[in-house]
């Protein structure tokens, strides 16, 4: 009963991963980073961690395919989602702009502040790195560099926050999975998600979907995946509203 329960997140610490763990299950948690998605299946899958956080979808650079291709392979759950507000700053040690050369990011951070970047810094080099963390990282230890990250970062490697909020977009969130080995039972305000495939012929996207229209259900996404069997054949993740034990979702499973 005294056993702290066990989150294991993208890493490394201080990740707006890890920032939408902590949303979900606060600060009395073990959490433990690892460096790849497919980490953090493994160690739910093997046990060592109750539940792993992911992310699977950003408001403007679109879907994490890697996660979506990792529950073809690993037989886990969706235990809930988190919506994360996405809040760039750009961190350093140095006081002042005009001393920044070097921009530690990741690719999507970059991209998300182009803008900000093309007209404050022009002239600094951009360097991608595998995470905003690892970034934060050598910029702490690094002349005359900074690094995208949230505000978290600047605490977690006392960096001083140079500029706030330099993403091009305001609104810009990303969806996170808790993913795990149960299915939380039904409430209110459930969502749904199923990974399918279906036979190469004229309509069969269609009859797919139809059920879910016949009973009633809101989509309110769909991926397409390759299923890396051969090739232009795909595997389709559709998420909709509702339970998969109430009555109108089991019908419409039945149909699908």
Not at 3 to 20: C, F, N, Q
Not at 60 to 88: A, P, Q, R, W
Not at 200 to 211: F, K, M, N, T
Not at 233 to 242: E, M, T
Request: proline share 3%; glycine share 4%; with cysteine.
């Amino acid at each position: 009963l005294q056993k702290k329960e066990k989150v294991v997140y993208l890493g490394p610490i201080a990740s707006y991963t890890h920032l939408a763990a902590i949303k979900r299950f606060g600060k009395s948690i073990d959490y433990v980073p690892v460096n790849a998605i497919k980490d953090v299946f493994l160690e739910v899958e093997k046990g060592n961690a109750e539940y792993g956080c992911v992310p699977i979808e950003n408001s403007t650079e679109g879907s994490v395919n890697y996660t979506y291709d990792m529950f073809v392979d690993f037989d886990l759950k969706i235990y809930s989602e988190i919506f994360l507000e996405i809040k760039h700053n750009l961190l350093s040690k140095e006081n002042n702009l005009k001393n920044i050369k070097f921009i530690y990011a990741h690719p999507q951070s970059f991209a998300q502040c182009r803008g900000w970047l093309e007209t404050n810094l022009p002239r600094a080099t951009l360097k991608e790195v595998s995470s905003n963390s690892k970034g934060a990282d050598i910029a702490a230890k690094t002349k005359n560099s900074a690094a995208i990250a949230g505000e978290i970062a600047s605490t977690t490697y006392r960096l001083n926050i140079l500029a706030s909020d330099i993403q091009d977009i305001a609104d810009n969130i990303t969806r996170f999975f808790i993913i795990g080995n149960q299915i939380n039972k039904k409430t209110s305000d459930d969502k749904t998600s199923i990974m399918v495939s279906i036979k190469d012929r004229v309509g069969a996207l269609y009859e797919l979907l139809r059920p879910f229209q016949k009973y009633g259900i809101n989509l309110t996404n769909i991926e397409s995946r390759p299923s890396k069997k051969k090739a232009w054949d795909y595997l389709f993740f559709v998420d909709f509203k509702g339970h998969m034990d109430e009555k109108n979702v089991i019908k419409a499973l039945a149909e699908v």
